[in-house]
Structure formats: structure tokens, C-alpha cells
């Protein structure tokens, strides 16, 4: 065990969002440790193209279309990974996102908001945006878990990995479905791992900082390029002064699931974010 060294050799690994910023960052370096790893994401060209990228520097992967709020849907992706690569090993639940219909439009609750229709406060928040959102992040983990968790049982070497966020410790200002799902995400996270304990099955969560994607980026980034306000109030929080790179998040996702180097956690929420959640502002 000495040094320490990731080797995912041969398990079948998959990867809900495994085609977005960070998750194929997670699919590539799953790849490159020697894993079978099968991308899972709505829009099949972009998986395919990550596939077929990773294949060409000589490792296994599959791409699949599924809907992770959809059994049926995860449940054919699954019988699809069987027939190819086998029964699943590592589950790493990394769809997730947030909706503007889900999101107020000030910090802090004004009176005068109530009558400015173009704002949207916490009394006009789209019940369907709310629902879409919560869903996606705790429900699009748990349909995934019920389904792929199922070839675990009995077998070495196993784990589920959810990728929960700093919302989930302390809720961010403005996103109440996604903090509220994400701090949802971190008690599964716990219940699953003594639902599974005495069956071998490990169940942990990774919490990243702050990271510039595709989701955040109107909210971090002005039109030419500079930071928002919220940005700044985020990086003044931020004891190490900038946001995270996706690469910074890898040692400590191989560590939390190679069936090796943390054969003993489970249970555990670990945050990769700079400092954020360590920091009370003063």
C-alpha cells in the first residue's frame, strides 16, 4: 500500500454526469486508473465524444443517453453495462444542477419586492423549477443507487461516491432547492453507509468548493468576463483567494473510491474547497 497509488484496474465504474466540467474530469481519471467506465448523461453526442477520446488513449469506455429521474431509463443503461462491461463496482452520482426558476432573485427578503414583478422572491418561486431542481440532485442519486447499487452486494471492492456541495453545510443565499437537496444528499449519504455497512458496500460524499462550470458561470462571471459580486464575496470567503480546478478534486475522488487506500471510510463528507467551509468570515 506504500506509496500511495490509485488502482481501479478492471472494476466498472459509472459516472451519472460523467460528460460535464467536472464529471469528465471524474470519467478521466477513473480511465486512467485502470477502470471500465461508462458515461451517463442526456446528450449522447457530448458522452460519445469524451467514449471516444478516452478510448483512443487506450482505456475502456462507454457512453449511454439515460435519464437519471427515470427508472426504466437507468434500469436499460444498466442491462446495457451488463452485457458489455459486466456488473458494476463504483457508483459515482455527479448529476446535478441548478434551475433561475429555482433561485430568488435578491439575497435578502425587501418588502418592496413583493409588488416588482421582475423580481423573484421566495413566494414566487416556480413550484415545478423547485421540484426540478431538488429532484435532479436527491432523486437523480437515489434512482441510480437503488438500480446499480444492486451488483454490489456481496462483492469486494464496492462503493457508491455522491457529489454533494458547500451548500449543503452552510445554505448559499439565493438557491434554496439546490442547498436544500444537497444537504439531503450528505444524511442519504450517511443512512446509506450503515444501510450497507455489514454488506461491504461503502458509501461516502465528496463536497467540492467553488469550481467555474457550466451551471455557475452566469453567476460568477460577468458578460466580459470579470467577476460578479458574488464571485468576489466567494473568493473573500475562500481562505486560499480563487476558485478550485476540476484536477484539484481527483486525488481525493480516486482516494474515497479505490477498494485500497480508504478500505475503512465510509460515512464520510470530505470538502475540497479551498478552506470555504473551515472559514466564518472573521
Wanted: glycine share 8%; proline share 4%; hydrophobic share 40%.
Amino acid at each position: 500500500m506504500y506509496p500511495l497509488t490509485f488502482d481501479l484496474d478492471n472494476k466498472v465504474v459509472v459516472i451519472t454526469g460523467g460528460a460535464g466540467v467536472l464529471g469528465s474530469h471524474f470519467s478521466k481519471a477513473c480511465a486512467a486508473a485502470g477502470a471500465k467506465v461508462v458515461i451517463i448523461g442526456r446528450n449522447l453526442d457530448k458522452a460519445e465524444a469524451l467514449a471516444t477520446s478516452i478510448r483512443k488513449d487506450g482505456h475502456h469506455a462507454l457512453a449511454i443517453s439515460a435519464n437519471v429521474l427515470d427508472i426504466s431509463s437507468i434500469e436499460e443503461a444498466h442491462q446495457t453495462i451488463k452485457n458489455t462491461f459486466g456488473p458494476v463496482d463504483i457508483l459515482i452520482n455527479g448529476a446535478g444542477g441548478n434551475d433561475p426558476k429555482a433561485t430568488t432573485s435578491m439575497e435578502y427578503f425587501d418588502e418592496s419586492s413583493l409588488n416588482n414583478p421582475n423580481l423573484r422572491t421566495f413566494f414566487t418561486l416556480d413550484l415545478n423549477g423547485f421540484n426540478d431542481v431538488f429532484g435532479l440532485n436527491f432523486t437523480g442519486t437515489l434512482i441510480p443507487t437503488q438500480v446499480f447499487s444492486k451488483d454490489m452486494i456481496g462483492r469486494k471492492g464496492c462503493s457508491v461516491l455522491n457529489i454533494s456541495s458547500m451548500s449543503a453545510f452552510n445554505p448559499l443565499t439565493k438557491i434554496p432547492a439546490y442547498s436544500a437537496a444537497k444537504a439531503a444528499i450528505n444524511n442519504f449519504t450517511k443512512w446509506m453507509s450503515v444501510h450497507f455497512a455489514a454488506h461491504g458496500i461503502r458509501v461516502n460524499a465528496l463536497a467540492p468548493g467553488f469550481f467555474a462550470t457550466e451551471q455557475n458561470k452566469t453567476l460568477l462571471f460577468k458578460e466580459d468576463g470579470s467577476l460578479t459580486d458574488r464571485s468576489h464575496k466567494i473568493i473573500n470567503s475562500t481562505p486560499m483567494r480563487r476558485f478550485g480546478e476540476p484536477e484539484e478534486l481527483i486525488g481525493t475522488l480516486l482516494w474515497l473510491i479505490d477498494p485500497k487506500q480508504s478500505a475503512f471510510v465510509t460515512g464520510v463528507v470530505i470538502p475540497v474547497d479551498g478552506g470555504f467551509s473551515a472559514y466564518q468570515g472573521v
